[in-house]
């Protein structure tokens, strides 16, 4: 199960310490101008190394492309593409080997297979979600062609939020967290500093908005929109919830409060509120898509953890190497990713390319 899609299909391949990771997608469509910069700007918002709040590991996450691709144009066959793993220094998870992280997928890939590829977290590490940023930008572009942008930001570091809603990726980017609201911006640089010499780590939220959907995508009722969203977003590694429009307050309010009034304007029906998300019945009804993603804090802490090992002993287990404090500002550019690939996928499924 490592393809997703219909129509614009993506396979994503590599461990964390192999030789390289990449991806092929098929579906994607014949003669579109690849702008190749665009595609290493995601990546170096993904990349590690980016800045003081994010793992110290430097990877230069160069792309290579194998197939798909002639004179810069996109030639309809199957787009195959990898990038090789430069900086793996597999000796810091010797540990590993014989034991299990907690919170971690040692145990569980353990118990399925039987076998496991410990250097650096093997195929569970979010290593891999480089190639979903590559496949993400791609789809972007045929989006961006019909008019339909994605944007996400951080919202939530620990305890800090904001409902500040970026009016451009400028304003996102302006902050190494990729909070909007400057103020909370240095408060969450703040809380993940005083995470990092107490030796601990922190949770989040990532919000996503998309903007020119037509109505129509979303195929019920197995297919819905926010069925598509949520599974590719829960796919993301340390993601553990997933909300959209009002999602979990709309529980708490009344009727009343929660409804999307229509009104028809210059013969168009439009909706004067967006409690819903963009979404009903599983339909975008063309206002903006919005949702929340919520990840868990990292698991790795530089500190001995109680766990057990492969013999089945308890132990005390102390990972070394370069981890992230918190996982939300690297994930950004990774569910705006995932957004583009389902979004381009419903696209094509509604009939509307
Ligand atoms: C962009 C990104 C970077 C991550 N970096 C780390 C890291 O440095 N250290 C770590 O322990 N987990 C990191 N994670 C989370 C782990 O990959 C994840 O928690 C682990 O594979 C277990 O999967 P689960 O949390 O989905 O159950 C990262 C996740 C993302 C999305």
Same mark, same amino acid.
């Given at each position: ?73 996109? &030639? *309809?066959? =199957? @787009? ?7 900086? $793996? ?5 010797? /540990?590993? +080997? ?118 129509? &995508? *979303?195929? =019920? @009722? ?7 969203? $949520? ?5 993301? /590694?340390? +993601? ?114």
């Amino acid at each position: 199960m490592n393809t997703i899609g219909t129509l614009f299909r993506f396979t994503d391949f590599g461990e964390s310490h192999g030789p390289a990771i990449g991806g092929v997608i098929d579906g994607m469509p014949p003669g579109i101008d690849i702008d190749f910069d665009a595609i290493n700007v995601e990546l170096q918002r993904r990349r590690p190394g980016q800045s003081f709040v994010t793992t110290q590991r430097k990877e230069a996450d160069e792309v290579e492309w194998l197939s798909g691709i002639f004179e810069g144009k996109t &030639l *309809g066959t =199957p @787009v195959a593409f990898i990038i090789r793993n430069t900086n $793996a220094r597999s000796e810091d998870y010797s /540990n590993m +080997a014989d034991s299990y992280r907690p919170n971690h997928a040692d145990y569980t890939y353990d118990a399925k297979y039987g076998i496991r590829d410990w250097r650096g977290g093997g195929r569970s590490s979010a290593r891999e979600t480089a190639a979903r940023v590559v496949a993400g930008a791609l789809a972007r572009q045929v989006l961006a062609a019909k008019g339909i942008e994605i944007m996400a930001w951080t919202s939530r570091i620990g305890k800090i939020s904001t409902d500040i809603v970026p009016a451009s990726r400028d304003e996102v980017e302006a902050s190494i967290v990729r909070c909007p609201d400057l103020g909370n911006s240095a408060r969450m640089e703040k809380a993940i500093a005083d995470a990092r010499a107490e030796r601990d780590s922190l949770g989040g939220i990532v919000s996503c908005v998309i903007t020119g959907v037509p109505t129509g &995508l *979303g195929e =019920p @009722v197995f297919g819905k929109l926010q069925s598509m969203l $949520a599974s590719a977003m829960m796919s993301i /590694n340390a +993601a553990k919830g997933f909300e959209y429009g009002d999602g979990f307050a709309a529980s708490t309010m009344r009727g009343s409060r929660s409804i999307d009034p229509f009104v028809a304007e210059d013969g168009k029906i439009k909706t004067t509120s967006n409690h819903s998300g963009g979404i009903q019945g599983g339909i975008s009804n063309g206002a903006d898509i919005n949702f929340n993603v919520a990840f868990k804090p990292i698991a790795t802490m530089a500190r001995p953890l109680p766990t057990v090992n492969r013999k089945g002993e308890n132990i005390e287990l102390t990972v070394t190497g370069r981890h992230d404090i918190c996982v939300v500002p690297r994930a950004v550019p990774v569910v705006e990713a995932m957004a583009a690939i389902v979004i381009l996928d419903a696209l094509m499924l509604s009939g509307k390319m």
